[in-house]
């Protein structure tokens, strides 16, 4: 089992330009997560989702939209990237909610907004 | 929202011990708790739930006051391997919400 993936581990991008980031997991996962990590910060949630089809805002959600067409995949969509969206983004999946169950973690994609 | 963890860092030389801690202001429903090294991703440890058992992994171990809102990391004759970030994460007492903390840097040096 390759667990959680995610594509591209890096990326730079110029103040407007779009872009989409892919999350995969292959564990059957109905919850995914997207999460945006800042310096003294923690990890922010982004946007998550239940189930196919679904998907619902977290606590900084603004700039960023999601889609969830697979159970499998996650997407992450900039649409103008800002420099303030530079970040380390982690995807994460879990069997239930996360409040109940373990999240696992993707292995990171650095986003840098010139 | 966020739950406030202290030390925000500390430095350990190996075999010492070392606790971390994790309070809320708004009464929650179980406590998580995440390990993170530079470079990678967070890595889960355990979860306390409301009125459950003080668990423990290895020589790591962890509490929860529920009366107090507050979870502790206990971290017994550190090993260079312990060093990194630890985040707890809470959730409210109806079982939502689930908040990551700003973490506490932990370095065991030999």
């Known amino acids: 089992n390759a667990g959680v993936t995610q594509t591209p581990k890096f990326r730079v991008l110029k103040t407007g330009q779009s872009m989409t980031l892919l999350c995969a997991q292959d564990?059957?996962?109905?919850?995914m997560y997207w999460y945006r990590q800042d310096p003294g910060m923690g990890l922010r949630l982004i946007h998550y989702?239940?189930?196919?089809?679904?998907?619902a805002k977290g606590e900084v959600p603004d700039g960023y939209n999601v889609s969830r067409l697979k159970k499998q995949n996650f997407l992450l969509g900039l649409e103008s990237a800002a420099p303030s969206q530079t970040s380390v983004y982690f995807c994460?999946?879990?069997?239930?909610?996360?409040?109940?169950?373990?999240?696992?973690f993707g292995p990171g994609t650095r986003l840098t907004v010139t | 929202q966020q739950p406030v963890q202290s030390p925000q860092a500390v430095i350990l030389r190996e075999g010492e011990d070392a606790v971390i801690n994790c309070s809320s202001s708004k009464a929650l429903y179980s406590v998580h708790w995440y390990r993170q090294k530079h470079g990678e991703a967070p890595v889960f440890l355990m979860i306390l739930l409301k009125g459950g058992e003080q668990k423990g992994h290895d020589k790591i171990s962890a509490s929860f006051n529920e009366k107090k809102q507050q979870s502790s990391l206990y971290l017994t004759a550190s090993q260079l391997s312990y060093s990194g970030t630890y985040f707890c994460g809470t959730v409210n007492a109806y079982g939502q919400n689930f908040v990551f903390g700003p973490g506490t840097r932990l370095s065991v040096l030999p």
């Open positions: 994460a999946s879990s069997v239930g909610l996360a409040g109940l169950y373990e999240q696992y």
């Open positions: 564990m059957n996962h109905e919850y």
């Open positions: 989702s239940v189930g196919e089809g679904t998907t």
